[in-house]
């Protein structure tokens, strides 16, 4: 029996800690824990509930822009205000941005390295380099010529002993499969992915002022003005431009993207069967294509159980709690509560053990993020569990003839899909689902404005005045790692309770109080290491989630020292 711990988990948004056992070459037990604080909510108590999301989007700065609207979405649940069609299609469109623009960054930047050896590519054949790239995609940046540039640069850069970010890396590490070749080409894009996601991402300048946390969110709507008639506002120029980058995005993803992930998965058919987890999922969906009460939404609403792919549960927020049995928090009523986020509480309470420590007891509370939990059962949450759960529904079809299209290519039954390697083909289809959606809401927010139809705002419920002395409401959203709520309560006009419960909330949690695990710690059970010294194997699976440690938890000074102090004149 080996004990692993790595400690802090890389190239991910925040601090994880998780420790393995490892007996004959395998993972028989994990545990995870988040070594940051969750202050967001205390901060927000008493604000003024529209300037709620403003303190809500800085919770993250990778996963920018999605609190924010979520705590739009509860304020205006809560006080019965409105968005206007227009405010619909420019959050559509900001999120889906979001999302891709995510997507993309975490597949290569963040995750590829887990799959492919950078220093492996420097013995590849350029010629061979680009017969591949194009038997897999007619993407013009594959010529020998190209792919012998990026190994030579890569060579220069090796030779001058200053790997920087890619230094402490396992290079040569057993578990990487990819001939020099396919490596060469996975770096190559690599590359090409830095410059992509500074492209893309200027979406959310156009529509939202700046990247990260853009500054155009109001309760209500929008505060970006739609006129083709001014300058000022969002005009066909404007229209032109987002045409041209979601095209760039468009093309970026399907011939790039989508066809490496096909690629580097061909090589690791086996990790289909590594990763599973608890096998339960749940997607509150998104993306509404109508102004109705109840609207349409692209990517479907529901809950499977056990992987039963033929029954999709309605999602019930009622059923959701927290429970902080091995959560460094206080439950006024006893820590073997469970509470739905209306009810919940925020108070944290560190016990220990004091770091640095050797490791973690499963007896004891070990981690700053508590244990969301669905009818009492811990669920999965992320792209997988959106596709599954499209997949599933039959909307939109476009999910189910790319999920058999990748399944297909990989010559892999559906069950492939509750895996590690699953996690990431469903990021990448949702990712082609989102930029071509995108499109089609650009031209709907140009046909609106062709018909004069300039409202993104609805003032009627701008004033406290007009709000009930006492209401509460919830705000859902897919955010890129999954299913995100805002829960909050207002009285007399100021907030008198809020709680989130974040992706890498359901995902990343300890045990319950009964013992059962959290996604991150089921998934890892069951994963080979073939070197202990070099655990690859676990951060696959890991990142396999694109953990966010900053949405679920935030840094706190337990001696309550006074680091800054602003004065307003």
Request: glycine content about 8%; aromatic content about 8%; hydrophobic content about 40%.
């Amino acid at each position: 029996m080996v004990h692993i711990v790595v400690d802090p988990v890389t190239r991910i948004e925040g601090h994880l800690r998780v420790e393995a056992e490892v007996d004959g070459g395998v993972v028989t037990e994990a545990l995870s824990s988040s070594t940051m604080f969750r202050g967001i909510e205390l901060i927000l108590r008493g604000r003024d509930p529209r300037d709620a999301w403003a303190f809500a989007q800085r919770i993250c700065g990778v996963c920018t822009t999605v609190h924010a609207i979520a705590s739009i979405r509860a304020v205006e649940k809560a006080i019965g205000a409105v968005p206007p069609p227009n405010a619909r299609l420019l959050r559509n469109l900001i999120m889906s941005a979001q999302v891709v623009h995510d997507h993309v960054v975490h597949f290569y930047h963040l995750h590829a390295l887990d799959w492919v050896d950078l220093v492996n590519a420097l013995t590849a054949d350029p010629a061979k380099t680009s017969s591949l790239a194009q038997s897999i995609s007619e993407w013009p940046l594959s010529s020998t010529s190209y792919f012998a540039g990026v190994r030579d640069r890569m060579k220069a850069f090796v030779e001058r002993g200053q790997l920087g970010i890619f230094a402490n890396a396992y290079w040569g590490h057993p578990a990487y499969r990819l001939p020099p070749e396919a490596n060469l080409l996975a770096v190559s894009h690599y590359l090409e992915a830095l410059d992509f996601q500074r492209r893309f991402i200027k979406i959310h300048a156009i529509l939202g002022g700046k990247n990260p946390h853009p500054q155009s969110f109001l309760v209500g709507g929008m505060a970006t003005p739609v006129d083709p008639d001014s300058q000022s506002a969002l005009n066909m120029d404007t229209i032109a431009a987002l045409e041209k980058l979601v095209a760039d995005g468009m093309d970026f993803v399907s011939r790039v993207y989508l066809p490496d992930v096909l690629a580097i998965a061909s090589y690791y058919k086996d990790w289909t069967s590594i990763g599973t987890g608890i096998g339960n999922y749940m997607a509150y969906g998104d993306y509404p294509e109508d102004d109705n009460e109840n609207p349409a939404l692209l990517l479907p609403t529901g809950v499977i159980h056990g992987r039963d792919l033929g029954k999709i549960d309605a999602v019930d927020h009622a059923k959701i709690t927290e429970q902080i049995a091995h959560s460094w928090y206080d439950y006024s009523g006893g820590d073997g509560q469970a509470l739905n986020p209306f009810k919940g509480e925020t108070t944290p309470h560190y016990t220990g053990p004091k770091p640095p420590y050797e490791r973690l007891d499963v007896t004891q509370k070990y981690s700053w993020i508590k244990s969301p939990r669905y009818g009492d059962e811990p669920m999965e949450v992320g792209p997988l569990a959106r596709m599954l759960v499209a997949y599933s529904s039959g909307r939109p079809a476009r999910v189910k003839q790319l999920v058999d299209k990748v399944l297909s290519t990989l010559g892999v039954g559906p069950d492939a899909l509750y895996s590690t390697l699953g996690r990431i083909a469903a990021r990448a289809i949702e990712t082609q689902v989102l930029v071509e959606s995108m499109g089609r809401w650009v031209r709907d927010l140009a046909e609106n404005m062709a018909r004069r139809d300039f409202r993104v705002q609805d003032n009627s419920k701008w004033e406290p005045s007009s709000w009930p002395n006492d209401c509460f409401g919830a705000g859902f959203l897919e955010a890129p790692r999954g299913a995100l709520g805002h829960w909050v309560h207002i009285s007399n006009g100021s907030i008198a309770n809020y709680q989130c419960v974040v992706p890498s909330t359901w995902n990343a949690g300890p045990r319950d109080a009964t013992g059962r695990p959290g996604p991150y710690e089921a998934a890892l059970v069951g994963t080979p290491v073939a070197n202990p010294a070099q655990p690859l194997e676990i951060l696959r699976t890991l990142h396999s989630f694109d953990p966010c440690m900053a949405c679920g938890v935030h840094v706190v000074d337990a001696t309550k020292r006074e680091l800054a102090r602003v004065k307003v004149a």
